[in-house]
């Protein structure tokens, strides 16, 4: 509003703010006043490209052209001496070797195919579920449908493919089996909790609260100790559930504590008119939460629950320690075989490539997203 | 249009989370049913819970296959090779036991467990069987529930000292900066040998092996301990900075890694324990995988019991007659076993030859 009044008052401003001295400059002009607008400024410029080329340089020797591609096999498995030599660089042989093992962990080898069709669907899902123009109820049965597909695939035992129990389950494949399920049933929980939480029945507000701080209060490896060592032990004799289904318990019910509260931020956020304004039109609890509420307060938050998102999926690696073959997991027993050993570097290279090839798109994708939605508000 | 497209998204997302939901809630149940179904086969074949009449063996065989505790990223012992396919002694030896019951040793499924699920892993019924480089001490069987029916590698604590130290024996190391791997017997050990020497210790506790490899890169340690096998194994695959570092001729301490299975069910033991002797005995009397099929004509009257030509051993077992066939040719012998695993580290066999070469490994009689 100002700005327009400005303007009418003094029309010569937006002239004034003009800045003659950059029209035609350029790189160079940009580069003279940010980079070498003193002699001091000019040497720590220097002094930093000089630095940032040498290292530059000698990651590139490292990565491609001092690095080793392939070794020969032997008899007792493959020759890495060319690999240990004087100034080597990295020895990319290692992954060559180790890559399906990496992805699929101990799923059987001739099967592999399965696990890798399930990465495509889950990538195409993501995909596919972040595009706006796909949010209807249509969505939802695709997901449904894509999950039972995706089960299907990875045990099999029908349709001529051979059964695979969920033990030999590994590699990249596991890591989005557990973040997916676990953010799929932890974020409609979470909103839950977090309704629950700001409840004006004292049982079910009484509930909620323990839950968060009971889970919050707790590491999650403890969590997956519990899972995974008291649990069976409380459980009549023979009767077990399985460890990877354990785990999935666990991690969906620490992602929930952690997700209500970044919701619950959100409905706090939400000036109480809203409520008011609902409740006057004749809403009930339920149609204001779902129409008026949720919708605002969840836009509010969505960049500290993409942000959880992140985390989760990285938390995900923590089920190494119940022994589960999951991505970072796969990584290092991939290096634990004598021949391949302290070749730990590059496997972690490949690994956190991956890692990061995920979690980068998901902060890209929200800050895209908060932007267009944000639009929306301040139009 | 903009709000129209809004719209939707109010409206669309519940009923997405909702489904989304379901169909995950689905996934997760399914997870949770398959092994059930599979465990309720198991408990209809083992009559009740706590009760003097548990059929592990009558369990596993209606389950179909055998569930084996291993470490699965210990190279020699267990680990996952580049098909996925777990390799090593403790692996092998889960193998026997399958191989045994079933005549396919690949009628199995390894379980990975870390030093601490080990045991619960076991004592709640997730696993049948633990071989998982685990020392046979007193405790561990009088007040876990547990007993070991054989022990297949004897093992001892030793150290792994920097050369430039100039120390030829661990009693010299006072004051040294040793590094130990967490929550094993070699940590307990290391402060008891210590102690018992009056010797001042600064220990580094390391959590994973793999880090162990670092810290001795980066100069942290002084000496580091633990199973002069793991030791043998990782100065084998420094490469040239092994040659930095010598194995002390201490060895502090006695480590029998056995295979461990829940009291009370006696047919099972005896099957895990005499599955091993069968291979000691192969071993004894120069049965191999591939000269097996040559003594089906054997005249020695304790080649035909092995065979299962004569006698009942197999029925003794509540095993098919040919159990002991089956083991070999599935696994081989026990120095077959060794030359696949264990030499692959560059340890020598020393005591865990057979008693008639010297070492500790003996078989009683088969008959």
Redesign the interface.
């Given at each position: 509003m100002t700005a327009l009044v400005e303007h009418i008052v003094n029309p010569t401003l937006i002239e004034a703010r003009e800045r003659p001295e950059l029209i035609g400059g350029g790189f160079f002009a940009w580069a003279r006043e940010k980079l070498f607008y003193s002699w001091l400024s000019s040497l720590t410029t220097l002094v930093l490209l000089a630095a940032m080329a040498k290292v530059g340089i000698s990651l590139f020797q490292w990565a491609f052209l001092d690095a080793v591609w392939s070794v020969p096999a032997g008899p007792?498995g493959p020759i890495t001496d060319s690999c240990?030599a004087l100034g080597s660089g990295a020895c990319w042989a290692v992954i060559r070797?180790?890559y399906?093992?990496i992805l699929?962990?101990?799923?059987?080898?001739e099967q592999h195919w399965r696990p890798a069709i399930v990465i495509a669907l889950f990538v195409g899902l993501f995909v596919v579920s972040a595009m706006?123009?796909f949010?209807?109820?249509e969505?939802?049965?695709l997901?449904?449908?894509?999950?039972?597909l995706?089960?299907l695939l990875m045990?099999g035992g029908i349709f001529g493919l051979t059964f695979v129990?969920?033990?030999?389950w590994?590699g990249l494949a596991l890591t989005l089996i557990i973040a997916?399920?676990g953010v799929?049933?932890a974020?409609?929980l979470s909103?839950l909790v977090a309704l629950g939480r700001r409840s004006d029945l004292p049982f079910i507000k009484w509930l909620c609260v323990a839950y968060v701080e009971v889970i919050r209060g707790v590491p999650l490896i403890t969590l997956l100790?519990m899972a995974?060592?008291?649990f069976?032990?409380l459980?009549?004799?023979?009767?077990?559930?399985?460890?990877?289904?354990r785990a999935?318990?666990a991690i969906i019910l620490f992602f929930a504590a952690y997700l209500a509260e970044v919701v619950r931020g959100g409905l706090q956020a939400l000036p109480k008119g809203q409520y008011e304004a609902a409740y006057v039109l004749g809403l009930s609890y339920w149609q204001t939460s779902?129409?008026i509420v949720?919708?605002q307060a969840?836009r509010t938050v969505i960049p500290p629950l993409v942000n959880n998102f992140i985390g989760f999926f990285k938390d995900t690696s923590l089920v190494l320690?119940?022994?589960?073959?999951d991505l970072l997991?796969s990584a290092?027993?991939?290096?634990?075989?004598?021949a391949w050993?302290?070749f730990?570097v590059e496997t972690y290279i490949f690994a956190g490539l991956i890692y990061f090839a995920f979690c980068f798109a998901m902060s890209r994708y929200s800050q895209w997203l908060e932007f267009g939605l944000n639009m929306?508000r301040h139009? | 249009m903009?709000?129209f497209?809004?719209s939707?998204?109010?409206a669309?997302?519940?009923?997405?989370?909702?489904?989304?939901?379901?169909?995950?809630?689905?996934?997760?149940a399914?997870?949770?049913i398959?092994?059930?179904s599979a465990?309720a086969q198991?408990?209809s074949g083992?009559g009740g819970?706590?009760s003097d009449k548990v059929d592990t063996l009558g369990?596993i065989k209606a389950r179909g296959y055998f569930i084996c505790g291993v470490a699965?990223?210990?190279?020699?012992f267990s680990?996952?090779?580049?098909?996925?396919?777990?390799q090593g002694l403790d692996a092998d030896i889960c193998r026997s036991v399958a191989a045994a019951i079933f005549g396919d040793p690949e009628k199995i499924?390894?379980?990975?467990?870390?030093s601490?699920?080990r045991f619960?892993?076991l004592?709640?019924?997730?696993v049948d069987m633990l071989a998982r480089f685990t020392t046979w001490t007193l405790t561990r069987e009088a007040s876990l529930g547990l007993d070991v029916a054989s022990v297949y590698f004897y093992d001892g604590q030793g150290f792994m000292a920097k050369k430039s130290l100039g120390v030829k024996s661990a009693l010299e190391l006072d004051g040294a900066t040793v590094c130990v791997t967490q929550g094993s017997t070699s940590e307990a050990n290391m402060v008891d040998f210590f102690r018992a020497h009056n010797l001042a210790l600064k220990p580094i506790v390391i959590e994973?092996i793999?880090q162990v490899?670092d810290a001795l890169a980066n100069n942290r340690c002084d000496a580091y301990t633990n199973d002069s096998t793991l030791l043998g194994?990782l100065k084998?695959?420094?490469?040239?900075a092994g040659d930095e570092y010598i194995l002390l001729p201490d060895v502090i301490s006695k480590e029998p890694l056995g295979t461990f299975v829940r009291k009370g069910d006696q047919r099972f033991f005896d099957i895990v324990r005499w599955t091993y002797i069968a291979m000691l005995t192969a071993e004894e009397n120069g049965i191999t995988k591939t000269n097996i099929d040559t003594f089906r004509k054997t005249r020695d009257p304790q080649n035909q019991r092995f065979m299962g030509e004569t006698g009942d051993l197999g029925a003794a077992l509540g095993l098919d007659a040919q159990w002991a066939v089956n083991v070999i040719k599935a696994v081989g012998n026990t120095a077959e076993l060794w030359d696949r695993t264990i030499a692959?580290?560059g340890i020598q066999r020393g005591v865990n030859r057979l008693a008639k070469d010297g070492g500790l490994q003996y078989a009683p009689p088969m008959r």
């Open positions: 007792q240990r070797e180790k399906r093992f699929f962990g101990t799923y059987p080898f706006k123009r949010w209807r109820i969505l939802a049965a997901w449904g449908l894509m999950l039972l995706i089960g045990w129990s969920q033990a030999n590994g997916t399920i799929a049933i974020f409609p909103v100790f995974s060592v008291m069976p032990l459980m009549p004799e023979g009767v077990n559930l399985d460890k990877l289904v999935q318990i779902r129409r949720l919708p969840l320690i119940i022994g589960l073959y997991h290092q027993v991939a290096v634990a075989e004598p050993q302290g730990g929306l139009r | 903009e709000t497209g809004n939707h998204t109010r669309g997302r519940p009923h997405s989370k909702l489904a989304v939901t379901l169909g995950a809630a689905v996934l997760v399914a997870m949770a398959a092994p059930f465990q198991t408990q083992q819970s706590a369990a699965g990223d210990r190279p020699g680990f996952p090779d580049g098909k996925g396919v777990m499924r390894f379980t990975s467990l870390t601490l699920t619960p892993a004592q709640s019924g997730e994973k793999e490899r194994s084998l695959s420094m490469g040239p692959g580290l």
